[in-house]
């Protein structure tokens, strides 16, 4: 652990494994979730339906037609009339229905990968004016067919072909329902019918004249009957009557606007409301979310096949994990500034920010907020809950708040120097370690009361970790220097020893990083830049296991080791090892885009909770998670084409008796396809016996130039954006032998090679010297424009080796091997070496929006415009992947590294490119102990600095 250890691990396991937490002492947050707009759909705003497929597709009933959405791609299908999609269902035969204005259909597979919309009015029977539908409010699908809804009619298409129906509907005639097989319905000032098709009459149910005048939003199963979501509260129907429920959830409906209602996987209900909010609340009617999505109607609610919840809402779509064990606390909670510590304590969740020391208290109406104290005027830095009270550590000192108590006692206060970090005694309960600027403070434990001891000085350590390996044993990292060991007497305060351990001691420090130290399974770990080490005896060993091997930035590595297992992190990467388990598996809760993680702790409420850069997450073991169908991989299209531009479609599945033929000369162009609605999917190939390995994680679109004639296996694998994987795939196929290549062709050729072996060897004996000088002369020219061809040959390979294809710029193995050679240069004759990292704001929104090939156009006029701002004889410009350049200025100091970075800047923003970029700048004189890849680093974290400050700007390494 980096500077606080929960030192009641046993404690915490035991509240763990006890029954979940009432829900009433929850601190909900908001569920993770991702917002589509029209910039995404590339439609108008405004949804209106939603379904979803057999194979986990969403379709989504828009103004403008229907929205059909792969988990990558946002297609619309348009109706008769372009008319708007008002209503949607998912049928038995896995075909999703329609209705619009004038028009009721549904939507077939085109042959071609797309969906075609067949209206349906003929099979309905209709003709002439019958054909003046109006709009089309409901679709409804049931087993044994569809039933559409307009306002003056109720029509019925069976499933097997049968005569379709219809009766006509009185204009009081609200909303239908089916549940449990019967189809219900709400008339203004009658109240809660059943429909009889047989006689085409509504039967009041008993009890349903409660609802004659109150709009009924939603009908769902219950087990005392039917769950009748009403806008006055909540209501249960049974044969004996209508009954209200009395609870938290049916007080809070009473009087919203409710609107729409879904039962989730694990039997919660959502309900959506016209003033943008999303209610969730349980069987025993206990609140369990109180969401505000914003100021637009919610419309409707579906569940996709990976328990995603969406929203449809009168602007944009949302994807909500719900239930989910992951949430996140932020704004929605009213936090002010950045979580520095947090802590469960007295049934309160308490956090240490840059504002200040705030609470949230769990409330019953789902809408946690966070309460700022005001005792202190600056920044909380530690918390640390204890039977004796809360200890918190703030700018100005260290306060307790002990039980019973409503304002804290101060401990300690300092006007400079405040308690910024609190570690428990693992060997003396009563005993806590207190660090405070340039001191380290003991605190006792007396008579049930925390007490302020002795302090000692750090004497000039930069504390970076600090560990306790026996009692009054204590490691220190410090970020100028080596790692150090203190012994302390406990009871006086009294330093009884003191060591430093470096290089001499097996621990190579990085003067640049310095040194920081945690506790990992029993031993004393150490990083020093981007090396790790581990406590053997009384020195220290390079440590070449996970978790150190896991991450990227090893000197940010923290560990935490938790009741939920254990975890490993940096700012940018979330590592996990189950209970019991050797594998560690990386973790995405919010996705490949989430990240800043800086502290990790689970409370005293078995909760886990994470601090980011956008909040604090939390993962509750108790919670309910959604049920997931495992994801299907494979290919949307394979395309071959020959060397004249000509286009063939190819099967997009094979096997290994069944291999696909492609023609001799034809490249291959393919489209994984993987129905997923988590965002950021990625995949990887390995063709084997042509590539050496798997490919970096990349989009979906693979070109494979024309191959040798022969058998093939192409080998993929899929992705999340949160890390789930489906089975991987292997795609087949074989390409034919060019006609020269047929074996006959090759047999006829070598006879014929021989014929005429036999008739020169006769011409040789008439003409031997003649032929002999005239041959040696063809040889000579041969040899020499063989060697021609040869050295040709080897500049376009060379060429072909360090030029990028798509830019014409160098490639990333050209910029490695020019970033060893000017670093090594430098080194020889003490010259300073820079790099800028340059990368092109927002390029995958303008692909997304223009296409790929748009953006490789536009990819290589940055190219150029990069390469008229550099000196090609001196300078080495190279693509360094995807819409990242990188420009390597031997020679130049940092300054002027910047200088040039702006001047970049300046002339791609006012270019013609209508595009910008965001450059990251780093410099150095080189090192013999520094690598050259550290400058790369550098400049790359500079580049991220850039991009989290708003894009459009330069940033320059400070180290």
């Known amino acids: 652990m980096r500077l606080l250890r929960p030192w009641l691990a046993l404690l915490l396991l035991a509240l763990w494994a006890l029954s979940a937490t009432a829900l009433a002492d929850k601190v909900p947050g908001e569920p993770l979730r991702r917002s589509y707009d029209s910039d995404q759909t590339r439609a108008k705003p405004g ?3 939603l379904a979803t497929s057999p194979d986990g597709e969403l379709f989504t009933g828009n103004n403008e037609g229907v929205l059909r959405f792969n988990g990558i791609d946002w297609r619309l299908t348009t109706l008769p009339g372009r008319s708007p999609a008002r209503a949607l269902a998912t049928g038995s035969d896995g075909l999703v229905y329609v209705g619009g204005y004038d028009t009721f259909g549904r939507l077939a597979p085109d042959g071609q990968g797309g969906l075609v919309y067949e209206e349906l009015l003929d099979a309905a029977g209709l003709l002439g004016d019958q054909r003046h539908l109006g709009f089309v409010y409901q679709v409804i699908a049931a087993e044994d067919g569809i039933w559409f809804r307009t306002d003056e009619r109720l029509y019925f298409l069976p499933g097997e072909g049968g005569k379709a129906r219809h009766w006509p509907l009185g204009e009081d005639v609200r909303s239908f329902y089916l549940v449990d097989g019967q189809l219900l319905a709400r008339i203004e000032g009658r109240g809660l019918v059943r429909f ?6 509504f039967e009041l149910l008993p009890g349903g004249e409660a609802l004659a005048n109150v709009p009924l939003p939603a009908v769902l199963s219950h087990e005392d009957g039917l769950l009748l979501v009403a806008r006055d509260g909540l209501h249960v129907a049974s044969p004996q009557g209508l009954r209200r429920l009395e609870g938290p959830a049916s007080r809070l409906l009473d009087g919203r606007r409710s609107y729409t209602a879904r039962e989730l996987d694990d039997g919660t209900i959502v309900v959506g409301t016209l003033d943008g909010e999303l209610i969730r609340f349980d069987r025993d009617l206990v609140v369990r979310e109180n969401l505000d999505l914003g100021s637009y109607a919610v419309i409707e609610l579906t569940i996709d096949r990976e328990g995603g919840l969406w929203v449809a809402t009168e602007n944009d779509l949302l994807r909500l994990s719900l239930p989910s064990r ?3 606390l932020g704004d929605s909670q009213d936090i002010a500034g950045n979580p520095q510590d947090f802590e469960w304590h007295d049934g309160v969740l308490w956090l240490a920010t840059s504002q200040g020391i705030q609470r949230l208290q769990p409330s019953q109406d789902g809408q946690p907020r966070a309460e700022r ?7 909380g830095y530690a918390l640390h809950s204890t039977d004796a009270g809360l200890l918190m550590g703030v700018r100005e000192g260290l306060l307790v708040l002990e039980p019973g108590e409503r304002e804290p006692r101060s401990l300690f206060r300092h006007p400079h120097h405040g308690v910024y970090a609190m570690l428990p005694s693992t060997f003396r309960p009563d005993r806590l370690y207190a660090l405070s600027g340039p001191n380290l403070m003991l605190l006792r434990l007396e008579a049930g009361r925390w007490q302020l001891g002795q302090t000692i000085p750090l004497e000039g350590l930069s504390l970076s970790g600090i560990e306790e390996s026996a009692e009054g044993e204590l490691w220190m990292g410090d970020t100028r220097g080596p790692v150090q060991r203190w012994r302390i007497d406990l009871d006086t305060g009294e330093v009884l020893g003191r060591r430093s351990y470096d290089d001499a001691q097996g621990l190579v420090v990085n003067r640049q990083f310095g040194t920081s130290v945690l506790r990992f399974e029993g031993s004393i770990r150490a990083t020093s830049g981007d090396r790790s080490f581990r406590l ?18 090893t000197n940010e590595l923290a560990v935490e080791e938790t009741p939920l297992g254990d975890y490993a992190y940096t700012s940018r990467e979330l590592w996990h090892r189950a209970p019991g388990e050797q594998e560690w598996r990386p973790l995405y809760p919010g996705g490949r885009g989430l990240g800043g993680y800086s502290y990790l702790r689970v409370g005293r409420d078995g909760v886990l909770r994470i601090a980011t850069w956008t909040g604090l997450l939390q ?7 959604a049920a997931t169908q495992p994801l299907q991989l494979g290919m949307e299209l394979v395309t071959a084409r020959n060397e004249q531009g000509q286009k063939l479609s190819l099967p997009t599945r094979t096997d290994a008796e069944h291999p696909v033929t492609v023609p001799a000369g034809h490249s291959l162009t393919l489209r994984f396809a993987m129905v997923s609605m988590e965002s950021g999917a990625e995949f990887r190939y390995l063709l084997h016996g042509v590539t050496p390995g798997w490919s970096e994680w990349a989009d979906r679109d693979l070109f494979i130039r024309a191959l040798p004639a022969g058998d093939y296996a192409l080998e993929v694998q899929a992705r999340t954006g949160t890390g789930r994987q489906p089975a991987a795939m292997t795609y087949r196929f074989r390409v034919l032998p060019r006609w020269h290549e047929q074996w006959w062709v090759r047999g006829l050729g070598l006879l014929a090679l021989l014929g005429a072996g036999v008739l020169a060897a006769l011409w040789g004996v008439r003409l031997r010297t003649e032929r002999f000088l005239a041959d040696n002369r063809r040889l000579e020219a041969r040899i020499a424009e063989r060697t021609h061809e040869l050295e040709d040959a080897n500049r376009r390979l060379a060429e072909m080796a360090t030029e990028d294809a798509l830019t014409g710029v160098s490639n990333r193995r050209a910029l490695e091997n020019g970033l060893r050679r000017e670093w090594y240069r430098c080194l020889d004759q003490r010259r300073p070496l820079s790099v800028l990292m340059i990368d092109v704001d927002h390029f995958k929104s303008y692909n997304d929006a223009h296409g790929h090939l748009e953006g490789d156009v536009q990819l290589r006029g940055i190219a150029q415009r990069l390469a008229r701002e550099h000196d090609p004889q001196r300078e080495l410009l190279a693509r360094y992947g995807g ?17 040039r970075a702006e001047a970049i800047r300046l002339a791609i923003a006012a270019s013609d490119a209508g595009m910008t970029v965001s450059i990251g700048v780093a410099g150095a004189v080189p090192e013999v102990q520094a690598e050259p890849d550290s400058l790369l680093r550098r400049a790359d974290a500079a580049l991220y600095a850039a991009k989290r400050a708003g894009r459009n700007r330069v940033a320059t390494d400070a180290g």
């Open 326 to 328: 992951w949430s996140l």
């Open 373 to 379: 104290l005001p005792w202190t005027e600056y920044e």
């Open 536 to 553: 053997e005896g009384d020195a220290f060993v390079p440590d070449l296991a996970p978790p150190a091997t896991l991450v990227e930035r």
């Open 196 to 201: 009889d098709p047989q006689r085409g009459s």
């Open 619 to 625: 993962y509750d073991p108790a919670e309910s998670q």
């Open 883 to 899: 819409e990242e350049f990188a420009l390597l200025l031997p020679g130049v100091h940092l300054a002027e590294a910047t200088r």
């Open 47 to 49: 949804h209106l339906a």
